[in-house]
């Protein structure tokens, strides 16, 4: 076997072709090529694997097991294409990517990240605006952003996800509370996704509870759990030292856990970009 065959991504495209049009006739069509050319690229493509891709089943003609695994690495090299042109394209592009964060993460790493991808392409204008979760759907949905970033209780929807992370409790180190007392709560916003996880805990655990502090700023909102306020529920990166996780043994209910989701315009090439390229950084701490 050559396993230093060249296979071009032509080749490659067009067995792909092959294999979603039902055929040699209707990706001919599709490709505007004469079939006999379509058949002679397939019959290259067996020649250069070392294998038969196809086998005559009736009158179609059906994947061979190489076939289906050949399958499956040819739209993972054409995704890959696509991916390094687009990232060269997006290193000189110029234009204005509109971004919403949710709150919970504004203040995370993900500025960071942001920052790393404006060096890197500098041509384009990132204009980042932040708001509740559910906020930043609807004004997707309104075209009022090509990029949304959002916390969400359950990973379903229309969005996609980027990560999960397990929500914990948070407090003093020195913190004492006694069961049946009421149990002080520090939250982010009234509609804070953490704050319904939360609430809906306490509720079912039958655990009475106070809010006793509230802001808008994620900092300030740990500098109250440091300072030994209260408790308030975010995720186990939360933690910077101060402050320690609290969980069963103290009495409090085991949170579920909450997704990073995220919707882009597929129309959008800097929002796709951007997409793709924040998958792969490190995760932001909500």
């Given at each position: 076997?050559?396993?230093?065959?060249?296979?071009?991504?032509?080749?490659?495209?067009?067995?792909?072709?092959?294999?979603?049009?039902?055929?040699?006739?209707?990706?001919?069509?599709?490709?505007?090529?004469?079939?006999?050319?379509?058949?002679?690229?397939?019959?290259?493509?067996?020649?250069?694997?070392?294998?038969?891709?196809?086998?005559?089943?009736?009158?179609?003609?059906?994947?061979?097991?190489?076939?289906?695994?050949?399958?499956?690495?040819?739209?993972?090299?054409?995704?890959?294409?696509?991916?390094?042109?687009?990232?060269?394209?997006?290193?000189?592009?110029?234009?204005?990517?509109?971004?919403?964060?949710?709150?919970?993460?504004?203040?995370?790493?993900?500025?960071?990240?942001?920052?790393?991808?404006?060096?890197?392409?500098?041509?384009?204008?990132?204009?980042?605006?932040?708001?509740?979760?559910?906020?930043?759907?609807?004004?997707?949905?309104?075209?009022?952003?090509?990029?949304v970033i959002y916390?969400?209780?359950?990973?379903?929807?229309?969005?996609?996800?980027?990560?999960?992370?397990?929500?914990?409790?948070h407090a003093h180190?020195?913190?004492?509370?006694?069961?049946?007392?009421?149990?002080?709560?520090?939250?982010?916003?009234?509609?804070?996704?953490?704050?319904?996880?939360?609430?809906?805990?306490?509720?079912?655990?039958?655990?009475?509870?106070?809010?006793?502090?509230?802001?808008?700023?994620?900092?300030?909102?740990?500098?109250?759990?440091?300072?030994?306020?209260?408790?308030?529920?975010?995720?186990?990166?939360?933690?910077?030292?101060?402050?320690?996780?609290?969980?069963?043994?103290?009495?409090?209910?085991?949170?579920?856990?909450?997704?990073?989701?995220?919707?882009?315009?597929?129309?959008?090439?800097?929002?796709?970009?951007?997409?793709?390229?924040?998958?792969?950084?490190?995760?932001?701490?909500?």
């Amino acid at each position: 076997m050559n396993y230093s065959a060249d296979l071009s991504t032509e080749l490659l495209s067009t067995f792909v072709n092959v294999v979603e049009n039902g055929g040699i006739n209707r990706a001919a069509e599709r490709l505007h090529k004469t079939q006999s050319a379509v058949s002679m690229q397939m019959q290259r493509l067996e020649e250069r694997v070392g294998h038969k891709l196809f086998q005559q089943s009736g009158r179609r003609k059906q994947l061979t097991p190489a076939g289906e695994t050949m399958l499956v690495y040819a739209r993972r090299m054409l995704d890959l294409q696509s991916e390094a042109l687009n990232a060269l394209q997006g290193s000189a592009m110029e234009g204005e990517l509109r971004i919403g964060v949710s709150h919970s993460l504004a203040e995370s790493n993900l500025t960071q990240e942001l920052a790393v991808f404006a060096r890197q392409y500098p041509q384009i204008l990132l204009s980042v605006d932040s708001g509740e979760s559910s906020e930043l759907e609807t004004a997707f949905d309104r075209g009022e952003f090509d990029y949304v970033i959002y916390l969400s209780r359950v990973s379903v929807g229309a969005g996609e996800m980027l990560r999960t992370y397990q929500v914990c409790w948070h407090a003093h180190p020195e913190f004492q509370w006694t069961q049946g007392q009421l149990l002080p709560i520090l939250s982010f916003s009234s509609r804070c996704v953490f704050r319904v996880l939360c609430v809906e805990a306490l509720r079912q655990s039958d655990i009475p509870w106070r809010e006793v502090y509230r802001t808008s700023s994620l900092s300030a909102l740990i500098s109250a759990v440091e300072g030994g306020l209260g408790i308030t529920a975010r995720t186990s990166h939360a933690a910077r030292g101060k402050t320690r996780i609290l969980g069963e043994n103290e009495g409090l209910p085991t949170l579920p856990d909450v997704s990073v989701m995220f919707q882009y315009r597929k129309s959008s090439v800097p929002a796709s970009l951007f997409a793709d390229w924040l998958k792969n950084r490190p995760p932001m701490v909500a």
